[in-house]
């Protein structure tokens, strides 16, 4: 391999926007392939950042002898497929969230990297936010006591606009709504927190906004996704937490701003961490939270300041790093083993929404 780590990107929406300026900021990384559905997308964001090969056919990037590492941010209903063509041909992978479409799906994806023994990562950024592991030391460390209950609540008003175009986050067969991108983030949280996984889920989903305009066909076409979810947990038991529950709250319609809060309540105190990073305590018998100082990383130039993309400014060089070294692995990301647990809750949050039951995870 090259002294340098060799990127290509498949999709040019969160891989513009994030993820190709934050590798660019890496000293040992070159980004030599870009594909897109549609050419002109791909010329536009190779112009853009002056990437040597573009394409309308993923296959020439997942194929590209220069090649070493595979960035996917397609929609969902692509991920398998793209994953084991990257995999088949010796590259290392970076998959967006949700992993797949389905566990079966996701197990294979699974099962394949695991064969080839390559670098095979879920992009849960921010686990990378120092506020976030920061917390996790604090868990961790017993400061809190046994995690009784776990919180996470998420708000982001824009798609509640009703000039939002139809597309393939309205499309429930492309694996679009809120559950598997945003919810995806929330269970692995709870998950990467607490070293457990769910006993058991319910869950609840709601489309708020029913139609949208297809800009392609001129006309209006319903919405197959949900842009609402709440979801109530029982985790199973181990050495940090006390029969503990946990609850998501998520929106992608409601007012008046974005919010990303997750809190952790413990036998001898509790914690939150805000979408930055910034991190607060509180112990029992105190009546307020105090902050902790933590470094809230670097954002993205030009882009809204979600906390996503200070995360992976973080963990952009990791990667890097981690293929120079040939490690299969890197402390603190979420490896496809990972993406595997939260797809099993993303199909139980499906069924139990059709059956208005309980279901137990398997």
């Given at each position: 391999?090259?002294?340098?780590?060799?990127?290509?990107?498949?999709?040019?929406?969160?891989?513009?926007?994030?993820?190709?300026?934050?590798?660019l900021k890496?000293?040992?990384?070159?980004?030599?392939?870009?594909?897109?559905y549609?050419?002109?997308?791909?010329?536009?964001?190779?112009?853009l950042?002056?990437?040597?090969?573009?394409?309308?056919?993923?296959?020439?990037?997942?194929?590209?002898?220069?090649?070493?590492?595979?960035?996917?941010?397609?929609?969902p209903?692509?991920?398998?497929?793209?994953?084991?063509?990257?995999?088949?041909?010796?590259?290392?992978?970076l998959?967006?969230?949700?992993?797949?479409?389905?566990?079966?799906?996701?197990?294979e994806?699974?099962?394949?990297?695991?064969?080839?023994?390559?670098?095979?990562?879920?992009?849960?950024?921010?686990?990378?936010?120092q506020?976030?592991?920061?917390?996790?030391?604090?868990?961790?460390?017993?400061?809190?006591?046994?995690?009784?209950?776990?919180?996470?609540?998420f708000?982001?008003?824009?798609r509640?606009?009703?000039?939002?175009?139809?597309?393939?986050?309205?499309d429930?067969?492309?694996g679009?709504?809120?559950?598997?991108?945003?919810?995806?983030?929330?269970i692995?949280?709870?998950?990467?927190f607490?070293?457990?996984?769910?006993?058991?889920?319910?869950?609840?989903?709601?489309?708020?906004?029913?139609?949208?305009?297809?800009?392609?066909?001129?006309?209006?076409?319903?919405?197959?996704?949900?842009?609402?979810?709440?979801?109530?947990?029982?985790?199973?038991?181990?050495?940090?937490?006390?029969?503990?529950?946990?609850?998501?709250?998520?929106?992608?319609?409601?007012?008046?701003?974005?919010?990303?809060?997750?809190e952790?309540?413990?036998?001898?105190?509790?914690?939150?961490?805000?979408?930055?990073?910034?991190?607060?305590i509180t112990?029992?018998?105190?009546?307020?939270?105090?902050?902790?100082?933590?470094?809230?990383?670097?954002?993205?130039?030009?882009?809204?300041?979600?906390?996503?993309?200070?995360?992976?400014?973080?963990?952009?060089?990791?990667?890097?790093?981690?293929?120079?070294?040939?490690?299969?692995?890197?402390?603190?990301?979420?490896?496809?083993?990972?993406?595997?647990?939260v797809?099993?809750?993303?199909?139980?949050?499906?069924?139990?929404?059709?059956?208005?039951?309980?279901?137990?995870?398997?």
């Amino acid at each position: 391999m090259s002294k340098k780590v060799r990127i290509g990107f498949i999709g040019t929406g969160f891989a513009r926007t994030v993820q190709i300026p934050s590798f660019l900021k890496c000293e040992n990384a070159e980004i030599v392939s870009v594909a897109s559905y549609t050419i002109e997308n791909a010329e536009k964001t190779a112009k853009l950042f002056a990437i040597p090969h573009f394409t309308d056919d993923w296959r020439e990037t997942v194929a590209h002898e220069n090649v070493d590492l595979v960035c996917i941010t397609t929609p969902p209903v692509l991920h398998c497929e793209q994953t084991l063509a990257a995999i088949e041909n010796g590259k290392h992978v970076l998959c967006e969230k949700p992993m797949a479409m389905s566990v079966s799906e996701a197990r294979e994806m699974t099962e394949k990297a695991r064969e080839k023994g390559v670098l095979a990562l879920i992009d849960f950024e921010l686990r990378f936010q120092q506020g976030r592991q920061k917390a996790l030391e604090i868990i961790r460390g017993g400061e809190l006591g046994k995690i009784r209950h776990a919180k996470y609540n998420f708000r982001a008003p824009q798609r509640g606009s009703l000039d939002i175009p139809w597309n393939w986050w309205s499309d429930k067969t492309k694996g679009g709504g809120a559950v598997g991108a945003m919810a995806s983030h929330m269970i692995d949280s709870f998950y990467f927190f607490l070293g457990t996984e769910a006993a058991s889920v319910f869950c609840q989903l709601q489309t708020h906004i029913k139609q949208r305009k297809d800009p392609d066909k001129n006309e209006m076409r319903d919405v197959t996704t949900d842009d609402e979810a709440m979801f109530v947990f029982r985790f199973a038991e181990n050495e940090f937490t006390e029969d503990a529950t946990g609850l998501i709250s998520l929106s992608v319609t409601e007012q008046p701003k974005y919010q990303n809060t997750l809190e952790f309540f413990g036998t001898k105190g509790a914690i939150r961490i805000e979408h930055r990073g910034e991190l607060f305590i509180t112990r029992n018998g105190e009546k307020d939270w105090t902050k902790i100082e933590t470094d809230p990383g670097t954002n993205v130039p030009g882009i809204g300041d979600t906390g996503f993309a200070r995360g992976f400014m973080a963990f952009a060089p990791k990667i890097v790093e981690a293929i120079l070294k040939e490690k299969t692995e890197i402390e603190f990301a979420a490896k496809f083993e990972d993406g595997l647990k939260v797809q099993k809750i993303i199909d139980a949050a499906h069924e139990s929404n059709e059956k208005g039951c309980l279901v137990k995870i398997k």
